[in-house]
């Protein structure tokens, strides 16, 4: 079982930018794929990012190409998501999940708060 806790959100104006992290623990983190998902009010939980556990495979909505960059530091175990040119639509909870590039997600994160304001 391996534990997730995301930090780094926080309000921003339009076009800004923040960077989450999400801490593991357990002993499995560096052998899976990571994902950032989000989920707006009113809307379902989307996928936002994901990267395998070497680093050399990534993926990323549309809605979110060429503006977010996923990372991972298997040592310190910790995944990590830079936004850049926020939109106030990017306004959700932000969550991580730990599992397979193949979107088995098993474990998740509490979550941590993103606003853009316009």
């Known amino acids: 079982q391996v534990q997730l806790v995301e930090s780094g959100g926080g309000l921003v104006q339009t076009g800004g930018s923040l960077r989450l992290s999400c801490a593991a623990s357990g002993r499995t983190f560096s052998t899976y794929a990571m994902g950032w998902f989000r989920q707006a009010p009113g809307k379902e939980r989307e996928f936002v990012a994901k990267i395998n556990w070497r680093s050399t495979n990534t993926d990323y909505a549309d809605s979110v190409k060429g503006r977010f960059t996923i990372s991972r530091d298997n040592a310190k175990k910790t995944v990590y998501l830079q936004m850049n040119s926020l939109k106030p639509e990017d306004t959700a909870v932000y969550y991580c999940?730990?599992?397979?590039?193949?979107?088995?997600?098993?474990?998740w994160g509490r979550g941590t708060q993103v606003t853009v304001s316009s």
């Open positions: 999940a730990h599992g397979t590039y193949s979107n088995q997600f098993g474990s």
